[in-house]
């Protein structure tokens, strides 16, 4: 059975593996209350899905670490997965860098009625859901599973406080009090143009389906300055409504000189990024952060701005501190179009434990794509889908700092280039680090045109194999083996004119397909 390369939003996965002809295992997730403990056979279930036999996945590189949902005696008391609405839905992505790849997510402890999506290709794949929720605090116990049964716990403690929500509404005209009864109708209903105001410090803000214009301060060039003690950190779309927000006047930015940890940003349609300032952004994290996740959000349309040398990006977290945990997960970016100058996806600098996973990209043009600019350690890309000009980017540059960068991997990754000169993969992008770089792994990932660059060599070779590279034939000089370790699987490489590997979409085809599905590529197969 074959299981779904690239989870995608707005996309049924059944309907993706038509092309395999292979049979889609549906998985339900497990309900448990409280007091329930998992079920070991379960870690090796009728259908044979999980784990899956060797040589079809890659052994961990590095351990299993848990970026998103930190510990409550980490985590400030306004940070979202702290606390539920009585009458909204509980959903809560689940990070976890490193380990062996696909996992398997379990409920260990829950209040009655929660799920979670268990198994790849599973629907909510790891994002644990609680639809009815009784009043008072709960704790959750959630376990992570990885191919060769490592296991990592992660335990929080979720309260019920309808007090800690505001929500807005377009076109609510009644009483504006905030409450899901009787919401705000704009944004500046609770921003007040003013970034001081506190009328709704460090609320949960919730927005309902509808269309909204992002507004801010006058005393700040017009944009919106979000921060841990009066604007809210956390920014999230009502449940299976999908509220649009035009920002062609307006970025959200952290403020300087202050902290703005446990940010929050998920299921909104950001659109139209602001265009008149000198480099665009949906969002800059311009003051020391930690615990950044932006889940389920879709970033449409920006440009370069007026100079578009800086770092246009939709969100560019930069080198003011270092930072730990930040989670960049299943969101959809299209006419991201930044060109040929140093634009991308996301920008981070200065970051470890670092997940960049299940991703989209379409009809975009830009320089780097997810730009792991100067992260420092602990840094994993994976089972992204980017069909679009813009790739992944591992910097290795000054702007990680003065440790030499180490333990990062990009894997199980499709990237078909559609853009001139765009790199499907720029490993080592900067040789500010030549010969100090550690731990780099690349594997189990599909590149389909143009170049695949891994540049410069670090203190030992690159690990990479079990890899489709399909390349034009004059970038076949930028796969340099001589700096590479293919230790465990070798990798299929090809030129686009006498490709017989893979399809227009990155799948083995022929006897390629019979030999390699789910051991070479970002296809996620079990024979059994």
């Given at each position: 059975?074959?299981?779904n390369?690239?989870?995608?939003?707005?996309?049924?996965?059944?309907?993706?593996?038509?092309?395999?002809?292979?049979?889609?295992?549906?998985?339900?997730?497990?309900?448990?209350?409280?007091?329930n403990?998992?079920?070991?056979?379960?870690?090796n279930?009728?259908?044979?899905?999980?784990?899956?036999?060797?040589?079809?996945?890659?052994?961990?590189?590095?351990?299993?670490?848990?970026?998103y949902?930190?510990?409550?005696?980490?985590?400030?008391?306004?940070?979202?997965?702290?606390?539920?609405?009585?009458?909204?839905?509980?959903?809560?992505?689940?990070?976890?860098?490193?380990?062996?790849?696909?996992?398997?997510?379990?409920?260990?402890?829950?209040p009655?009625?929660?799920?979670?999506?268990?198994?790849?290709?599973?629907?909510?794949?790891?994002?644990?859901?609680?639809?009815?929720?009784?009043?008072?605090?709960?704790?959750?116990?959630?376990?992570?599973?990885?191919?060769?049964?490592?296991?990592?716990?992660?335990?929080?403690?979720?309260?019920?406080?309808?007090?800690?929500?505001?929500?807005?509404?377009?076109?609510?005209?009644?009483?504006?009090?905030?409450?899901?009864?009787?919401?705000?109708?704009?944004?500046?209903?609770?921003?007040?143009?003013?970034?001081?105001?506190?009328?709704?410090?460090?609320?949960?803000?919730?927005?309902?389906?509808?269309?909204?214009?992002?507004?801010?301060?006058?005393?700040?060039?017009?944009n919106?300055?979000?921060?841990?003690?009066?604007?809210?950190?956390?920014?999230?779309?009502?449940?299976?409504?999908i509220?649009?927000?035009?920002?062609?006047?307006?970025?959200i930015?952290?403020?300087?000189?202050?902290?703005?940890?446990?940010?929050?940003?998920?299921?909104?349609?950001?659109e139209?990024?602001?265009?008149?300032?000198?480099?665009?952004?949906?969002?800059?994290a311009?003051?020391?952060?930690?615990r950044?996740?932006?889940?389920?959000?879709?970033?449409?349309?920006?440009?370069?701005?007026?100079?578009?040398?800086?770092?246009p990006?939709?969100?560019?977290?930069?080198?003011?501190?270092?930072?730990q945990?930040?989670?960049?997960?299943?969101?959809?970016?299209?006419?991201?179009?930044?060109?040929?100058?140093?634009?991308?996806?996301?920008?981070?600098?200065?970051?470890s434990?670092?997940?960049?996973?299940?991703?989209?990209?379409t009809?975009?043009?830009?320089?780097?794509?997810?730009?792991?600019?100067?992260?420092?350690?602990?840094?994993?890309?994976?089972?992204?889908?980017?069909?679009?000009?813009?790739?992944?980017?591992?910097?290795?540059?000054?702007?990680?700092?003065?440790?030499?960068?180490?333990?990062?991997e990009?894997?199980?990754?499709?990237?078909?280039?559609?853009?001139?000169?765009?790199?499907?993969?720029?490993?080592?992008?900067?040789?500010?680090?030549?010969?100090?770089?550690?731990?780099?792994?690349?594997?189990?990932?599909?590149?389909?045109?143009?170049?695949?660059?891994?540049?410069?060599?670090?203190?030992?070779?690159?690990?990479?194999?079990?890899?489709?590279?399909?390349?034009?034939?004059?970038?076949?000089?930028?796969?340099?083996?001589?700096?590479?370790?293919?230790?465990?699987?070798?990798?299929?490489?090809?030129?686009?004119d006498?490709?017989?590997?893979?399809?227009s979409?990155?799948?083995?085809?022929?006897?390629?397909?019979?030999?390699?599905?789910?051991?070479?590529?970002?296809?996620?197969?079990?024979?059994?």
């Amino acid at each position: 059975m074959t299981l779904n390369p690239i989870i995608q939003k707005n996309i049924l996965f059944t309907a993706f593996f038509l092309p395999l002809l292979f049979v889609i295992a549906l998985f339900t997730s497990c309900d448990s209350d409280e007091s329930n403990s998992p079920d070991s056979d379960t870690l090796n279930d009728s259908e044979g899905v999980f784990p899956l036999p060797s040589g079809y996945f890659i052994p961990a590189k590095m351990p299993m670490h848990v970026v998103y949902p930190r510990p409550d005696s980490e985590t400030q008391t306004h940070a979202r997965h702290r606390w539920m609405h009585s009458k909204m839905t509980y959903e809560i992505p689940i990070g976890v860098q490193g380990g062996a790849w696909p996992f398997k997510y379990e409920i260990i402890t829950a209040p009655d009625g929660a799920s979670i999506g268990q198994l790849y290709g599973s629907q909510d794949y790891g994002v644990l859901k609680i639809q009815t929720i009784a009043s008072g605090s709960h704790n959750i116990v959630i376990r992570v599973t990885d191919q060769e049964m490592n296991t990592v716990d992660i335990s929080w403690t979720a309260t019920v406080d309808d007090s800690k929500f505001t929500f807005i509404q377009e076109g609510y005209t009644g009483t504006k009090v905030g409450t899901i009864d009787q919401p705000l109708g704009t944004w500046n209903d609770w921003y007040k143009n003013d970034a001081d105001d506190t009328s709704y410090a460090n609320q949960i803000l919730v927005f309902r389906g509808g269309n909204y214009t992002l507004t801010g301060d006058a005393s700040q060039n017009g944009n919106v300055e979000i921060n841990s003690g009066t604007k809210t950190p956390s920014i999230i779309a009502y449940p299976d409504e999908i509220p649009i927000i035009d920002c062609n006047t307006a970025k959200i930015f952290t403020r300087n000189g202050t902290s703005a940890n446990d940010i929050f940003i998920s299921g909104i349609q950001w659109e139209n990024a602001r265009t008149d300032l000198a480099n665009s952004h949906f969002f800059w994290a311009t003051s020391e952060t930690n615990r950044i996740t932006f889940w389920n959000n879709t970033f449409d349309t920006i440009e370069p701005g007026t100079a578009g040398n800086d770092n246009p990006s939709c969100v560019f977290i930069p080198a003011t501190a270092n930072k730990q945990y930040v989670l960049y997960k299943h969101n959809t970016h299209k006419n991201i179009n930044t060109g040929g100058a140093n634009g991308s996806y996301i920008d981070i600098y200065k970051a470890s434990y670092v997940l960049v996973e299940e991703n989209t990209a379409t009809d975009s043009d830009n320089g780097y794509g997810l730009w792991m600019k100067g992260t420092i350690a602990y840094v994993s890309v994976r089972a992204n889908d980017i069909n679009s000009g813009g790739g992944i980017t591992v910097g290795y540059g000054i702007e990680a700092g003065t440790t030499p960068p180490h333990d990062h991997e990009i894997c199980w990754n499709r990237v078909i280039q559609n853009s001139t000169n765009r790199n499907t993969l720029l490993f080592a992008g900067s040789n500010f680090y030549i010969g100090k770089t550690f731990n780099s792994f690349i594997y189990r990932n599909t590149f389909v045109n143009n170049a695949t660059w891994v540049r410069f060599r670090g203190n030992e070779d690159f690990e990479v194999y079990g890899n489709v590279v399909v390349m034009n034939a004059n970038s076949l000089s930028k796969w340099d083996t001589s700096i590479m370790d293919e230790n465990i699987e070798g990798n299929l490489t090809a030129t686009t004119d006498s490709n017989e590997i893979t399809d227009s979409e990155g799948l083995l085809i022929d006897a390629s397909k019979t030999e390699y599905l789910g051991k070479r590529g970002f296809e996620v197969f079990d024979p059994r």
